[in-house]
């Protein structure tokens, strides 16, 4: 029993530290970011299921010590019980404190632009906040009644089909839960500290996010639309990322336009 322990423990350490490893290695997971956002959550899940496998199995196989095994191996599986319990409850505790800065900043934000928002809107799935900034921002704030903020620059800079590409874009992460995926991956670097793959899959989720909600917003909304609305956005706040995101859907085959289905949230929207 003590090796199953340790073969659990060993698999979930192994699993933690090799995948975002393997989801940075290349360039495959720009042209397929949802493809790798859900392989890196399948192994996620499965190093956690190993991890609490062996802790279930070391305090069983503690407890059924004194009838099963001898009392070496009972002594071993009562430490590796304890030290698994504290290490879970170790875990536990900076995935608390690390969440904690994540949603102060978010609840900030929110502070910030309520005063200047000068309208919004109810739409299935979220509310369409409006507000007055000159700089060209657009951005998607997760939670239980989920908000897309547009700035007026944004507005005037870009055109109706432009808009449209944007807002699918920013409903892309919240329909597709990617707020979850930037939090986890703040987790996870913060629990492995300055390991290099903790900070290697934090940068790469962020990127992936993006690319995986371009994705879907380019096949309902069309990629020239949000090609030319990150490149227009790009020369407005000076973002050389955005210009490559841009560049990257021109590179894609697409479905025809004939095939395009605006969410009803987006389609309903109507902009001035």
């Not at 940075?24 to 949802?34: E, M, V």
């Not at 200047?116 to 700089?135: I, K, M, N, Q, Y």
Request: hydrophobic share 55%.
């Amino acid at each position: 029993m003590l090796w199953i322990v340790l073969a659990c423990f060993g698999s979930a350490l192994i699993t933690s530290l090799l995948a975002p490893l393997v989801l940075t290695i290349g360039r495959w997971q720009l042209l397929h970011p949802r493809t790798a956002l859900t392989a890196w959550f399948g192994a996620l899940f499965i190093g956690v299921a190993l991890m609490l496998s062996g802790l279930a199995v070391s305090v069983i196989g503690a407890v059924s010590a004194p009838d099963s095994v001898d009392g070496t191996e009972s002594i071993l599986l009562t430490v590796v019980a304890w030290l698994g319990l504290g290490v879970f409850g170790a875990v536990a505790t900076m995935a608390s404190v690390s969440s904690e800065p994540i949603v102060e900043a978010r609840r900030e934000a929110m502070e910030m632009l309520a005063p200047v928002a000068r309208s919004r809107e109810a739409r299935p799935g979220f509310t369409l906040v409006r507000f007055d900034s000159d700089e060209a921002v657009a951005f998607a704030v997760p939670g239980r009644r989920p908000e897309v903020f547009i700035s007026s620059a944004v507005e005037e800079l870009l055109s109706t089909a432009q808009l449209g590409a944007v807002l699918a874009h920013e409903y892309a992460h919240l329909r597709h839960r990617h707020g979850w995926a930037l939090r986890i991956a703040s987790i996870n670097a913060f629990c492995l500290g300055r390991l290099r793959p903790g900070r290697a899959l934090q940068r790469a989720t962020k990127l992936l996010v993006e690319l995986a909600a371009d994705d879907a917003a380019a096949r309902q909304a069309g990629a020239a639309n949000l090609a030319n609305a990150l490149t227009l956005l790009a020369e407005s706040v000076g973002d050389s990322g955005m210009q490559l995101r841009a560049t990257r859907l021109t590179s894609k085959r697409w479905p025809p336009a004939s095939r395009r289905r605006l969410p009803k949230a987006i389609a309903a929207t109507v902009l001035p």
